[in-house]
């Protein structure tokens, strides 16, 4: 047999197999039954499912009819039915921005215009599941809620926590002394000195009503009641989620679609300041990137002038609107990169003179020489007002400079320096640029962290940045174009820059720059729009400046946006005749050819009015041929006509004032016409000009067309450049989308024909037109399909509902619209794979479906169904398919063309046939209809030629389409199959919603054909799941996914036994082909991951009928585990099968709860060790059944403690899957054995071993005797053998499996539970033991100390980490198993680091918690230790206390049973191991209440079956009555004291628990380093107490025989302190060993255990030779009370036998009076008073004697040895005697020269090196050596 883990060595694998045998012999071998599991399904109506198998569910609905509930209202009430309110629709306002929405301000509009205005204005329509955050998807089980639920948590008190530390102990120790002043000077055996501690100790407080006999009952109720009360309500609040990524069924919500910004940066204009002032001077700003050559944002215009300076203007300039008043700017960076710079231009009013001589005497005046200059500057100044006077309204270039925007940002990120000179650019001379922090501003907005290359393009976290600017360059004439500023900025980065070598312009301008707050008060939108807060209309405000990003940027319009910008570039009139030198052009925008039809639609610029009718473009000075460099902005009419134009009159202005000269005379026109053929015309434009004035009937003509009679410049040559870009949420600016929109728009107003491009399409054309132009989509850019996406979709789907009639016919277009559909979505996920969730679902999809989609309206020209539209129009959808479906309409598809194509539609033979049929059905049906004014006006004619009136549901005729589609069309489907499974789920409740079917039976909810649809389509995307999966993997993933929302879904809306079954359709295909594959994991772990998503949803335990009783099957055929407990002792005459059913996975509990039925079976199924290729997913299942319980746990819904115990019910069968599990849990109780350290040992233990006082193992050897060992009990032996059976579950997967069970034992209803413990049989109900065995090793309390030890790990200096290292290579357990053991995922992490005992076990762990947390977080603060601690104390606690709760039904349930001793005895081995474990008080009190009553019900139990178990329970009584807690020593006294009358009780004497107590406690003397004597004195004081009131017995020797007792145990502690002191002197610590041991020779067990304890202490020190000494005597004292025993002649008659190997020997002989008989009850129990004990202390006396070279007794010993083994013919062991015999004499015969001196040498070495005090008489121990005789070759 393979080898088996540890802890399972006793537990049987065979249960099952023999269960099988059993029912196969009873019930004739049926076949059904073997092919199951180990958890059998039940026999029901003679089938059986096995559980690989999904069963056929309940017909919910019709349940629910024929069983109606009993209970009228509360909290189970609302566990049988959905909520009423469960989903809603909601129509939320969306949320502007803007005080005022942006919308045209024409009240007249065009469809197109009309329908973006109501894409960008109506309400969200959204679907809400009012109670989908109670979802497992939403468990509140991570770490953020956990804190939450976790406050007010009691502080759980803990020894280990308290044990004081090293000093104090000390100090404590000292002070004991001098109270305890005798103890020294007393000789050992000193009765006063007992007494006179004990007198002056204090007891503990005695427990009320101890000593009265009150019934068993009453005692267990009210334990039961003290137990029950103040518990912790949520079990999982205190256990840490398994460490999972985003958990696979939470799907977060879509963001709200809104306006896109990039990174906002706050620029504000502080001053500007020249050396002279003497004109105004008006500023802009903008962005460009220079890699891109792009302008990227729009010009912001500032005016800085002084009041004076702008007095200079006032003939010229109408009053200000306050928003050109603007001095701050925020602008919008998509793209940020170290190519991006701000642009400052300046302009001055025109002037005699080119740039240059206007510049001159800014460059040569200084501020500082004005009183020398003052002249000059009159004569200036006056020169300037004249200019302003005559040509205030024209500007001129002057000068311009450029701000590496990077620069800024990242030397303003330098926190450390507060002046700075900030190399912004390299065309600035040395110096020109600094850098001053205003006082104001530092410190105002920190930057965390500085960084460099484009990670520095961060603009939204850096310090703001006050820059002065003080050098400018003057603008050259010639050089005034985009292209040449390219030039200058890349020339600027370059060290040898030529601006460097150009005289500057020296000026002052000071700017702020700063990241933009959230929400600035005060804001202006590109349009003028007031942003939301904008307290005050006075106030100075900032503009929003609008970006053009560098790159395409993929959002959807959310706004009315509709600007228009141009760019008048260059003009070549140098082949004009003529003067036109100076040269401005004016731009206006008309809408008539009339001069006065010009619009007031551009925007002003600075300190002038909002709008305006024309502009006019900068002068440059005598040039015919002028660059331009303006910018002119227009808000566009939102309906453009034929004769709206762009019209640019070219003028010559005369700077001189001359006689007769006008100011500007005309010189040329040209236009451009806003549309060409009904699509705005933009783009980069070279017009020719005309010299005179345009003809009538211009605007609707390009200039390109040569109109007769005209003249033009340069022979109609493009002379003009000029560029036009629109920046519009109306204008798509593609064509193909263009025409989409044209041709839906003329089929819903029907106008022919339609004009598209330079086609004319007549009606005739249309369908083709038509399906040409959706087929078209495809083509269009992919930027312009994103920003139109909403309204694209829209009609797209009202395409597939309202198919058009089209000259009479009914044109289909479903197929079309959904192929675009697809291909549209396809796109999108391919190029935007950034912008999708963990689902693979796009943000922009997802964000439509959720808010935007909504069922289109069902009449041309009626709104949208939702508040608000025509009067009662609120249910349009609702007659899309209704239930009267007048025959005459035969448009609608029948059965027949369900499978077939589409397009074929049911035409009626005419025409007018079809007209007059549709009339008649509407008069016919008007009564049922809700429209009733709109469908009486619907004439004849209008039927003919716009559309039907509601033709088709969206739902049904998507899941039509979608089931007949093929080839690509389908292939594109199920790629982005999630997107119209959510559209056809928001559909289908828009439908019941507009129905008022919500309320509505289920089953009358959707027609049947629609239900073939769905079911074909879930059928056949469930084969493509199973036949993709190993080729497809990711999209299969998705799809997987996608389906399991999409069932989630329909389970709130749909018949839901329906829904069922199409899980189950599911289930069957993946079964079908599971079990075929060699390596089936990939395909059940797709399938786990659609039943979480499944079981995610927020009713799951209404769907698995918590109320309804399991009917018992209708024959009486037994089920698997029923069987056993048929063959169990004590199973109840009548089989109860109901109870059966509800435990295990019958195939009544997977019908009724079928999702609960389904999750169990997974996990039956995947942690059967039998299961092939499946262990993989052990921890995926685990965390599936793990997460739904915590989220249970936490459901406010069921919070009351009867509808948790229905939904616990639920679980009831997880206890017998886990059952089955045991031996491939972890071994929690390992950390125990590996060094065999009690589990009750503080943290201090952790620290090793080296200030101990006496070592470990020679615990486990003092723990020999009868005292059992402090490892598991039995049950859970450990050999050095112990292999493993079975692949072992990781320790994160077993926590959380025994977490789960915990919490069904803790909630499942405790008669129901009862019932279920009589049925089982013993094996069964021991292997339930043996589980809560592992539990309470499992959840055991770590301890403060190891929380902070595991914190402080990572800071381990990496010396220090390499010594673990060579430590774990060398030592004896070798790191390498460790890393073996870890690749096989048999170490996974545990969350909370599970009970390791010691940091051997933690060496390997890297992958642990508190490791992954440290790396994650360096140090944690104390608070959070102490927080952790909390939560790890209180855990411990509650498991401990559900382990007690079930303790307790086991024991009430056995107690009425005949065979009930090996379970009871299970129940005291757990009772105990949670004792030996790191308790809190709260727990002890109510364990030592749980004891007591076991005793006292069942004292024979304790006394004559379970001796060891007595012992045990001796010492973890007496381990607690020296405990620092005061409330655990007054339970465990008492405890105590009641064994001991208990025992005395039943045969007046209690010789046993005296004895066992008196070896605890040299016990505990020998194992504990943090014993403490005081408490302990207290504890037996109380117990004297106790037997002194104690009224009933004293006129027994009772009182008499406790007193004694309690003084010899005092007597051993006076001992324990002197060895305490002598801790450090190994010499005088075996002497005073010696002396104690010496005390116990009447009490043979006792002497055994000393003897072996110094065994221990000499090896540990490698005296073998003194070590093989006392293991001698330990052999000889055994031999002398076996041959009192038994007579059995081959083995040694006591002690004399061993005198050849020493003399000394003969002190172990039982000859003295006093000696007690070791027939004796409770004497020479030990398991070393037996032959095997005998012969194993003889082998390690040999060993020893060998390791100390005394080969001689190597030789006497075996001759003890050989006559056992040779009466027991072992001819193995012989042969191994005999070998080591002959390697012994061997060594003799080599070592014979220089042996006898080495001997000498080493007597006369110990001889003069001890003191004489060491010599007592007859000698010690250490020298028994010597009496050896000395070899013969001296």
């Known amino acids: 047999m393979a080898e088996r883990r540890a802890f399972a060595q006793k537990i049987s694998r065979t249960v099952a197999a023999e269960v099988r045998k059993q029912i196969s012999g009873q019930y004739g071998g049926s076949p059904q039954l073997l092919k199951n599991l180990n958890i059998g399904g039940s026999v029901s109506h003679h089938t059986t499912v096995p559980l690989t198998e999904a069963v056929d569910p309940v017909d919910l609905e019709d349940y629910l009819i024929t069983h109606p509930i009993a209970v009228e209202s509360g909290p189970l009430r609302d566990l049988l039915e959905f909520p009423p309110d469960d989903i809603e629709v909601v129509y939320t306002p969306r949320e502007c921005r803007t005080l005022v929405s942006a919308v045209p301000e024409e009240s007249e509009m065009d469809p197109h215009v009309r329908d973006c205005v109501r894409s960008y204005t109506e309400d969200w329509a959204i679907v809400n599941r009012k109670y989908h955050k109670l979802g497992t998807g939403f468990n509140p089980n991570t770490l953020d809620k956990q804190k939450e639920r976790q406050k007010g948590l009691p502080k759980q008190v803990f020894e280990s926590d308290e044990a004081p530390d090293g000093n104090s102990y000390h100090d404590e120790q000292d002070d004991l002394k001098r109270r305890s002043m005798s103890i020294d000077d007393t000789p050992r055996g000193s009765w006063a000195c007992s007494i006179f501690d004990l007198k002056n100790s204090l007891p503990d407080a005695l427990l009320p009503n101890l000593l009265d006999r009150t019934p068993n009952e009453e005692i267990d109720h009210h334990n039961e009641d003290q137990r029950k009360s103040n518990r912790h309500k949520e079990l999982f609040a205190l256990h840490p989620a398994p460490d999972e990524e985003e958990p696979i069924e939470r799907l977060s919500i879509p963001e709200v679609p809104k306006e896109h910004f990039g990174q906002r940066l706050l620029v504000k204009c502080l001053s500007l300041k020249f050396e002279i002032e003497i004109e105004p001077i008006f500023a802009s700003l903008a962005l460009y990137d220079v890699k891109e050559k792009k302008k990227i944002s729009e010009n912001f215009y500032f005016d800085l002038n002084s009041e004076q300076m702008k007095g200079m203007l006032r003939p010229h300039v109408p009053p200000a609107a306050i928003s050109t008043l603007a001095r701050s700017a925020i602008f919008s960076i998509t793209y940020p990169s170290q190519d991006v710079f701000l642009v400052i231009k300046l302009e001055k009013v025109l002037q005699q003179g080119d740039i240059g001589e206007c510049a001159e005497p800014y460059m040569i005046f200084k501020e500082s020489d004005a009183a020398k200059n003052k002249e000059k500057l009159e004569k200036l100044k006056c020169q300037a007002e004249q200019f302003c006077q005559r040509l205030g309204k024209y500007r001129m270039p002057f000068a311009w400079t450029a701000i590496h925007l990077m620069n800024i940002v990242s030397s303003a990120g330098s926190l450390e320096r507060d002046s700075t000179e900030v190399e912004v650019g390299t065309g600035e001379r040395k110096g020109s640029w600094s850098e001053r922090r205003n006082s104001s501003i530092v410190g105002r907005r920190s930057l965390e962290r500085t960084t460099s290359g484009d990670e520095a393009c961060n603009l939204t976290s850096f310090r703001p940045a006050t820059l002065t600017v003080t050098n400018f360059f003057k603008q050259e004439g010639d050089r005034l174009s985009d292209e040449d500023l390219y030039k200058f900025l890349a020339d600027m980065r370059r060290p040898s820059s030529v601006l460097r070598r150009l005289r500057p312009i020296t000026a002052q301008l000071k700017i702020d720059i700063s990241p933009a707050p959230e929400n600035p008060h005060y804001c202006l939108t590109p349009e003028l729009l007031q942003v939301k807060l904008y307290p005050d209309s006075r106030v100075r405000p900032t503009r929003e400046i609008l970006e053009f990003p560098a790159r395409d940027v993929y959002v959807p319009n959310t706004t009315y946006r509709n600007l228009l910008y141009v760019y008048p570039q260059s003009l070549n009139f140098a082949n004009r005749q003529g003067s036109a030198r100076n040269i401005t052009v004016k731009v206006q925008f008309m809408y008539g050819e009339d001069p006065s039809n010009a619009m007031p639609v551009i925007f002003g610029k600075s300190s002038c009015p909002e709008f305006s009718k024309e502009a006019y473009t ?159 989509l495809n083509s269009s850019q992919l930027e312009p399909v994103v920003r139109f996406l909403h309204l694209l979709l829209d009609k797209l789907i009202l395409l597939v509902v309202r198919p058009p009639v089209i000259a009479g016919q009914i044109v289909n277009l479903g197929q ?111 009564s049922c209809n809700r429209m009733s004014s709109h469908t009486e006006t619907s004439s004849f004619l209008q039927t003919l030629t716009g559309r039907l009136p509601t033709k088709k549901l969206f739902h049904e005729e998507l899941a039509l389409q979608w089931v007949v589609c093929s080839g690509s069309v389908r292939e594109a489907a199920l790629q982005q199959a999630w997107f119209f499974f959510e559209l056809m789920v928001k559909s289908m409740v828009h439908h019941l919603y507009f129905a008022d079917k919500l309320d509505a039976s289920r089953k009358n909810r959707f027609p049947e054909r629609f239900m073939d649809d769905v079911t074909a389509l879930v059928s056949t995307i469930a084969g493509d799941i199973v036949s993709r999966f190993q080729k497809d993997t990711e999209m299969v993933e998705r799809l997987n996914t996608s389906l399991a929302f999409f069932l989630n879904d329909l389970l709130s809306i749909m018949d839901r036994g329906f829904v069922f079954v199409l899980i189950k359709t599911c289930y069957k295909q993946v079964s079908s082909k599971l079990y075929s594959l060699t390596n089936p994991s990939n395909l059940a772990s797709l399938r786990l991951d659609f039943l979480r998503i499944i079981c995610s949803h927020e009713h799951y335990v209404t769907l698995n009928l918590p109320c309804s009783l399991l009917t018992p099957p209708a024959s009486p055929s037994p089920s698997v585990s029923s069987a056993t407990s048929q063959s169990s002792g004590f199973s109840t005459n009548v089989q109860d099968q109901k109870i059966a059913n509800m435990f295990e996975l019958s195939v009544p509990f997977r019908q009724q709860h079928y999702l609960a039925g389904l999750v169990l079976t997974e996990l039956a199924v995947i942690l059967d060790p039998d299961a092939e290729g499946l262990f993989g997913l052990h921890k995926k299942v685990i965390n599936m059944v793990h997460n739904l319980l915590s989220s249970h746990d936490s459901d406010p819904r069921y919070a009351d403690p009867q509808v948790k115990a229905r939904v616990a019910m639920l679980y009831l069968p997880l206890i017998g899957v886990i059952m089955e599990t045991v031996p491939q849990l972890y071994d929690f109780t390992e950390s125990h054995n590996q060094r065999g350290r009690p589990s009750c040992v503080t943290a201090d233990d952790y620290e090793g071993e080296s200030g101990s006082m006496i070592s470990q193992t020679v615990a486990m050897a003092i723990a020999g005797t009868s005292v059992p060992q402090l490892t598991r009990p039995s049950s859970f032996l450990l050999t050095s053998s112990s292999g493993r ?77 390499r010594a673990k290292l060579e430590e774990a290579i060398l030592g004896s357990i070798g790191a390498r198993q460790e890393m073996v053991r870890r690749s096989r995922g048999q170490l996974e992490r545990s969350p909370s680091g599970s009970a390791f005992g010691s940091q051997e076990n933690l060496r390997w762990r890297k992958d642990m918690t508190h490791w992954r947390q440290n790396t994650e977080k360096l140090d944690k603060s104390r608070a959070e230790i102490e927080h952790e601690a909390l939560i790890d104390g209180n855990l411990a606690t509650e498991a401990n206390l559900i382990i007690l709760d079930t303790l307790e039904i086991v024991v009430q349930t056995v107690s009425v049973t005949e065979s009930k001793e090996s379970i009871l005895g299970g129940v005291l081995k757990v009772l105990l191991h949670s004792m030996a474990c790191n308790q809190s008080a709260l727990y002890l009190q109510h364990c030592f209440a749980t004891q007591r009553a076991l005793v006292s019900k069942f004292p024979e139990l304790l006394f004559e079956e379970e001796t060891e178990q007595c012992a045990d329970l001796c010492l973890r009584l007496l381990r607690h009555c020296s405990s620092s807690i005061s409330t655990i020593r007054s339970h465990a006294s008492a405890s105590l004291y009641l064994l001991m009358r208990q025992n005395f009780e039943i045969g007046n004497n209690f010789a046993r628990v005296k004895m066992q107590v008196t070896m605890s406690l040299s016990s505990l003397v020998g194992t504990s380093q943090n014993f403490n004597e005081e408490f302990l004195r207290r504890s037996l004081k109380t117990i004297l107490t106790y037997a002194e009131e104690d009224l009933e017995l004293r006129e027994t020797t009772f009182p008499d025989q406790v007193q004694d007792l309690v003084f010899n145990l005092h007597m051993i502690l006076s001992d324990t302190v002197k060895m305490k002191e002598h801790q450090e002197d190994p010499e005088m610590l075996i002497d005073l060993m010696y002396r104690i041991a010496k005390g116990y020779q009447n009490s043979p067990d006792l002497r055994l255990t000393w003897l072996q304890n110094m065994a221990g202490k000499h090896s540990e020190r490698s005296n073998h030779a003194e070590s093989a000494q006392c293991l001698v005597h330990s052999a000889a004292l055994v031999a002398e009370y076996l041959s009192m025993l038994e007579d059995r002649k081959y083995l040694p008659v006591g002690c004399v036998t061993f005198q050849n190997i ?76 005999h070998g080591k015999l002959q390697e012994a004499f061997s060594k003799i015969v080599h070592q014979s020269t220089g042996w006898e001196f080495l001997l000498v040498d080493l007597f006369c070495w110990f001889f003069f090196l001890l003191p004489p005090s060491l010599f007592p008489s007859p000698p010690p121990f250490y020298f028994l050596f010597f009496s050896v005789e000395i070899p013969v070759s001296l």
């Open 618 to 776: 900068a002068v440059v000075y005598h040039n015919r041929s002028p660059d331009f460099h303006e910018e002119i902005k227009i808000k566009l009419p939102a309906t453009l006509t034929d004769h709206h134009h762009l019209l640019f009159t070219f003028y010559h202005v005369s700077c001189q004032q001359k006689q007769n000269t006008p100011l500007e005379t005309p010189v040329g026109y040209t236009w451009i016409p806003m549309l060409q053929n009904g699509r705005l015309k933009t783009g980069q434009f070279c017009l020719p000009v005309s010299l005179e004035k345009p003809p009538q009937a211009y605007s609707v003509l390009s200039p390109e067309v040569p109109l007769p009679g005209m003249k033009w410049v340069d022979n109609h040559k493009g002379v003009f450049n000029v560029e036009v870009v629109a920046v519009s949420s109306l204008h798509t600016q593609d064509p193909y989308l263009d025409k989409f929109f044209a041709l839906v728009h003329a089929l819903d107003e029907h106008m022919f024909p339609v004009r598209i491009g330079d086609m004319r399409i007549m009606e005739n054309n249309l369908e083709n037109e038509l399906k040409s132009s959706i087929s078209a």
């Open 1702 to 1777: 020493s003399s000394n020997v003969l002190e172990e002989s039982a000859v003295s009076d006093d000696v007690v008989s070791p027939d004796e009850e409770g004497i020479c129990s030990g398991k070393y008073f037996t032959e095997a004990g005998l012969v194993g202390l003889l082998e390690q006396a040999a060993a020893s004697f060998s390791m100390a070279g005394m080969y001689e007794a190597v030789n006497e010993v075996y001759k003890v040895l050989i006559p056992i083994h040779e009466a027991n013919r072992d001819a193995k062991k012989l042969s191994t005697i």
């Open 816 to 926: 079309a619209s959904f192929e675009a559909m697809a291909s549209i979505i396809n796109r999108l996920h391919k190029n935007l794979d950034g912008n999708q969730d963990q689902h693979g679902r796009n943000s922009l999809l997802a964000s439509y479906i959720y808010y935007v989609f909504r069922l289109p309206n069902t009449y041309p020209n009626s709104p949208s169904p939702g508040p608000g539209g025509l009067g009662g129009s609120v249910h349009y959808a609702t007659m899309a398919r209704s239930a009267v479906r007048p025959a005459s309409l035969n448009l609608n598809r029948s059965r027949s063309l369900s499978n077939s194509n589409p397009d074929i539609s049911g035409t009626p033979t005419s025409p007018d046939d079809e007209v007059r049929s549709i009339i008649g059905s509407k008069a016919t049906d008007r």
């Open 1285 to 1361: 059976q079975h692949s072992t579950f990781s320790t994160e997967s077993s926590r959380s499996l025994l977490i789960c069970l915990l919490w069904v034992l803790k909630n499942a209803d405790e008669s129901v539970l009862q019932k279920w413990f009589t049925d089982l049989s013993v094996l069964q109900l021991n292997r339930l033991l043996d589980l809560l065995y592992l539990c309470v090793s499992c959840f055991e309390y770590k301890g403060k100390k190891v929380f902070e030890r595991m914190n402080s790990l990572t800071f381990k200096k990496s010396k220090d980490m």
